[in-house]
């Protein structure tokens, strides 16, 4: 059902747990099927330093998030704004049709980290 | 702890056991004749059809002439309830929210047709009350179909008491039994039902066979037409393979029960006391009213589907009810109809035990299941938000 790289991304995550003093947080959930994730940056000269995630859902929903964290990691802020979940799946070598749209939402959780940043940000300027 | 394999979906199917392949293989090689020719070949496979249909009739507690094999579980409960409307043309079908789909599906399909269809609600432990079903009967309704024990959670309907009731206003009850058969000793008479399924897959038998028991005088309109066999209840040439293995399964499975539902209640109680040592979790299911062979829990902050991959990386074979497992992004509707909310569904996991299962079987996955949770715990972005 998941290719190896789906389910080495789910055996051994990357980048799994909480920044407890973030700069910015983003959540995101399919109403659908219940998944939920959560995505913590921290930000330094306007790229992503650091990252981690928390993830409720399915192997698929576990490794699109641990896939996606290593992807953004050092990442400019307007480049990491620009992949998207497809872009996360490509990179997994696929997942299967039912799971591309329930449980492949970890870009969406770093667009709201992100945003949160940026509205940190200005609150404080 | 040594890495072992486990399997422990029995719900799901069952593997074959040797002496079952044994019996069935001479007629998948040299006694291939069709049971419907009078020559020698042909007479060797109709004997082989007679006495399989006897050994599933002795098992069961029926008749010969009430055994009609079909080609499985969905098949023999379209048959019961599709025939058995399709002669009445109109009036009221009851079910309950916790039917297999190929119960479930068949009724609501009946009612775009033009039938009336009360789905009765179950209780918490998936128990349906018999008060409700007394309720619901109308003097339009013609058909009850309650399965005798739920393939997810395992809780074991009142269908004796449910018969009794239709008995008095000449209802028909057709049960789907596919999942206590071989755990549990069955008697078509004392249960006074018109229509039972089974299906050989779930008894160490082949897959692609099954019956329906029909009750002596019961009149079914056929789905298919064609030939003569199964009293045109069900033509088509017979999987003669198929139903010498159905038999000598049916045949074993009966004969072992004794001590057999026992054995496998202690190994299913010491699973379930294991997993409810563990923080967050809860039984689904009838606590004493259950198949002996069932354990099915929730487990708080996680979801089924990662669960059963990581068990499988451990030799596990297990199933969940959770969305991401079920091919439609819907949890369970058993789970659903017991009153279960979404998360409950999903951190589902079912552990069926069965024929081969050893108490170091459970003791396996009692020893592997703790650091899986832990881990998919840690990483869930529910468990800290409501601690």
Avoid: W
Wanted: glycine content about 10%.
């Amino acid at each position: 059902m998941y290719n190896e790289k789906v389910m080495d991304h789910f055996s051994n995550p990357r980048n799994v747990g909480e920044i407890t003093d973030a700069h910015g947080i983003g959540e995101t959930g399919s109403f659908k099927c219940g998944d939920t994730m959560k995505i913590f940056i921290k930000v330094r000269d306007d790229k992503i330093s650091e990252i981690k995630f928390q993830t409720f859902g399915c192997g698929a929903a576990i490794a699109s998030s641990s896939m996606l964290t290593e992807m953004v990691k050092g990442m400019r802020l307007d480049e990491a704004l620009r992949v998207t979940n497809q872009d996360v799946a490509d990179r997994l070598g696929g997942l299967p049709p039912l799971k591309l749209h329930c449980s492949n939402l970890a870009a969406d959780a770093l667009y709201n980290a992100i945003n949160d940043y940026r509205r940190r940000n200005a609150a404080a300027s | 702890m040594e890495s072992r394999q486990v399997y422990m979906d029995h719900g799901a199917t069952t593997p074959l056991r040797e002496e079952v392949l044994e019996a069935m293989l001479p007629y998948l090689k040299e006694k291939y004749g069709n049971p419907s020719s009078i020559h020698s070949p042909g007479r060797e496979a109709r004997k082989a059809v007679d006495e399989a249909r006897e050994k599933t009739a002795t098992a069961l507690g029926a008749e010969p002439a009430e055994i009609f094999f079909t080609s499985g579980g969905t098949e023999s409960n379209n048959i019961a309830l599709c025939g058995a409307a399709r002669l009445k043309g109109k009036g009221r079908i009851i079910t309950s929210g916790i039917e297999h789909h190929a119960v479930l599906d068949v009724c609501q399909d009946l009612e775009k047709q033009g039938f009336a269809l009360t789905i009765l609600p179950v209780d918490r432990q998936a128990m349906v009350d018999l008060r409700s079903v007394e309720k619901a009967l109308d003097p339009d309704t013609f058909l009850i179909s309650i399965m005798m024990a739920n393939n997810e959670v395992g809780t074991i309907q009142p269908i004796r008491e449910i018969c009794t009731l239709a008995r008095e206003k000449s209802i028909l009850v057709h049960t789907d039994a596919v999942q206590i058969v071989g755990q549990l000793p069955i008697d078509v008479k004392e249960l006074q039902v018109d229509f039972l399924t089974l299906s050989a897959h779930k008894f160490n038998g082949p897959k692609g066979i099954g019956v329906l028991y029909v009750r002596k005088g019961i009149p079914l309109s056929p789905l298919f037409r064609g030939g003569g066999q199964e009293r045109k209840l069900r033509p088509g040439t017979e999987n003669v393979g198929g139903i010498v293995g159905l038999g000598r399964a049916l045949e074993l499975a009966v004969g072992e029960l004794p001590g057999k539902a026992e054995q496998l209640q202690a190994l299913r109680d010491r699973l379930i006391k294991g997993l409810l040592a563990m923080e967050d979790v809860t039984l689904n299911g009838h606590p004493q009213k259950r198949l002996p062979g069932n354990v099915n829990v929730s487990f708080k902050y996680i979801e089924g589907e990662s669960l059963l991959l990581s068990l499988d990386l451990q030799g596990v074979a297990a199933s969940s009810g959770s969305a991401c497992t079920s091919g439609s992004l819907d949890p369970s509707h058993v789970l659903m109809a017991m009153g279960l909310d979404h998360q409950e569904a999903h951190g589902s996991l079912r552990l069926t035990l069965g024929r081969g299962n050893t108490a170091a079987d459970v003791d396996y996955v009692l020893h592997v299941l703790p650091p899986i949770v832990d881990r998919l715990r840690k990483m869930s972005a529910l468990y800290k938000k409501e601690r």
